[in-house]
């Protein structure tokens, strides 16, 4: 089964701080994602990328951006937390042909 | 108007119960549809995948797309204690993950409860 790992269960981080959350899968997957969820408006996407080195935005890129240098690795970086970005964050991925997502297990984020 | 609505719920029925959960859509360029179901902190895992209009039954669920009717449902036969979950549709306009269009849009989320 595909495997996709967040490094973090749940974080608490000050308003201020850089934040990088780390997504890890390991089925070669090509493309990666990162949601958002939150009570009352679902899955959101943040941003996605398709091939190493590339990335598109999603619905609510504001605020993220990301970084993938390797196949296998996708991270989600916050430059400068706010409290409006308390969410719940999930990674997923999906081979370049048929399939649907796997996700990760999610990293609960909590801005203070 | 969001492109997908669901219903957010919370649903609770007894065991065994049949269980409907539906999403209406207004993107008629969706062609792939997905049922995900969410345990409490857990991610989403996929539980039926299904292309363009019909049925697809899988065990005690059955998935169902009306293109016609941008309406999509999964049913559960028998419902147990350990389906309580909620429950995300999801589609996409095409299969091709490396494009915009392979993205996916999620419903909300229908919360479930089926009490002993």
């Known amino acids: 089964d595909v495997k996709v790992t967040q490094s973090s269960r749940y974080l608490v981080k000050r308003t201020g701080e850089k934040v990088f959350l780390e997504c890890v899968q390991d089925m070669d997957h090509e493309n990666m994602f990162w949601y958002r969820q939150d009570p009352g408006l679902g899955l959101r996407l943040i941003y996605f990328?398709?091939?190493?080195?590339?990335?598109e935005k999603g619905d609510i890129p504001e605020g993220y951006s990301v970084s993938r240098e390797k196949k296998e690795r996708f991270s989600l970086i916050l430059e400068s937390a706010s409290t409006n970005q308390t969410s719940m964050y999930l990674c997923?991925?999906?081979?370049?042909?048929?399939?649907?997502?796997?996700f990760g297990s999610g990293t609960r984020l909590t801005v203070v | 108007q969001k492109e997908v609505e669901q219903d957010p719920g919370p649903l609770s029925v007894p065991e065994g119960a049949i269980v409907s959960l539906n999403c209406t859509y207004s993107?008629?360029?969706?062609?792939?549809f997905m049922w995900y179901r969410q345990y409490s902190r857990k991610g989403p895992e996929l539980l039926m995948y299904?292309?363009?209009?019909g049925n697809k039954e899988d065990g005690r669920f059955t998935a169902q797309v009306d293109k016609s009717s941008k309406y999509i449902s999964l049913f559960i036969r028998d419902s147990q204690p350990s389906d309580s979950a909620t429950y995300l549709c999801?589609?996409?306009?095409?299969?091709?993950?490396?494009?915009?269009?392979?993205?996916?849009?999620f419903g909300q989320g229908t919360i479930l409860t089926v009490h002993p």
């Open positions: 990328s398709y091939d190493v080195k590339m990335k």
């Open positions: 993107n008629s360029a969706f062609q792939y």
């Open positions: 299904t292309y363009s209009s």
């Open positions: 997923a991925s999906r081979p370049g042909g048929v399939g649907g997502y796997t």
């Open positions: 999801a589609m996409s306009a095409s299969n091709a993950g490396g494009t915009s269009y392979g993205k996916l849009t």
